[in-house]
């Protein structure tokens, strides 16, 4: 039977780790439980859910900064911005609903955690760039912080970057303070249509590199354009490939233009407004085409030039039923397969054109035997086991939520 821990404080925490760690019980750690199918499965005695570890503990808006407890809701978060017209300029995924859970379920220190950036990342950069700073509870169960609440911190070793993406492997986070950014006033996406993935990456890589300061790139092939609850993509009849341009209204109608003269001769278009826009958005943010479904999910990074030849080739290679998006003009790709992860044959189809893998999402019984992460050289699987020693020496916080033996 698993024992469950919600501590109410930050010592609570530490008090309950320095237990398992005498215990040498291992330990789950989780936030609101949204993305628990994240990651190899866990058999654990012990949860450690921080649920009750909430609450924004400070915001000033003029120096863009807010702290919050390691449980609080992203849409609190949210909703404390947006009163003052701010945002996470990262834009995190809510990845819920893609493991059959509710919308609006996930928490901030899971959002940095798990590192979660979406469609605006290529422009703005990944979460661990926006957190400043954060305590939290080492595998000794010993507290300790990192960073501050300024953006220009120089005190010891960048340890925000180590613990984002870390999965609560190394340590449990408490508390983070991180940026916040003004909200766009404007933001409008011009719609291109019925063009195939090739000629679409490259009108979206020529676009990334000219003056008009796109902070959305993303293409949908007609199998998933369709999936939309938007009605000028769903009825499109074919691929959709998406624009998005943000800032002061004059600036964005002005930029509208040029941008339209860029994609003269392309064929079709249409133009979303803001709320649509933004509705679009959330959808390639969240890969919210692939939610309700019963189909492995992987989550790839290519060399954007690579990745239309990489996934044609891949799908041919491939039993079953696929279907595919691209973000960030190809740098990453959302892949369904309909059946089995197949992860021999997509790793080694990615690798070939230099890029990486995750498993988003498959059965428990094929994440427990699959590498869910990208395999690591040995070189960096020896610097990962050290680190993990350094944090976390009894391999009592998520052991092998990430890799066998870590």
Known sequence: MTESHRPETPEEVGALVREAAERKTPIEVLGHGSKRAFGRPLKLEITLDLSRLSGIRLYEPNELVMTAGAGTPLAEIAAA??????????????????????????????????????????????????????????????????????????TGYDLCKLMCGAFGTLAVMTEMSFKVLPRAETTRTLLLLGEDDDP????????????????????????VAKRSALGDVAGAGGAVTALRLE?????VVARMASLR????????????SDDDSRALWREVRDASYFAGRDAALWRISLTATAAAPALAGLAAKLAGDTSWFYDWAGGLVWLEIAGAAQAETVRAAVAKAGGHATLIRAPLTERAVTAVFEPQAKPVAALSRRIK?????????????????L
């Open 200 to 223: 679409a990456l490259a009108r979206l890589r020529r676009a990334a590199a000219s003056a008009n300061e796109v902070s959305g790139l993303a293409h949908l092939p007609a199998a």
């Open 81 to 154: 911005l947006a009163q003052n017209r701010q945002e996470l300029a990262f834009e995190p995924a809510d990845l819920g609903p893609l493991y059959g859970g509710e919308a609006d379920r996930g928490s901030i220190g899971g959002v940095f955690a798990c590192n979660l950036s979406g469609p605006r990342r290529f422009k703005a950069g990944a979460a661990r760039d926006h957190l400043l700073g954060f305590r939290g509870v080492s595998g000794w169960g010993e507290s300790f912080k990192s960073g501050g609440r300024v953006v220009k911190n120089v």
């Open 261 to 272: 003269a860029e994609v003269a001769g392309a064929g079709p278009t249409a133009e979303l």
């Open 247 to 251: 800032g002061p209204a004059p600036s």
């Open 389 to 405: 020693e350094s944090f976390d020496p009894g391999h009592i916080l998520n052991p092998g939520r990430m890799y066998a033996g």
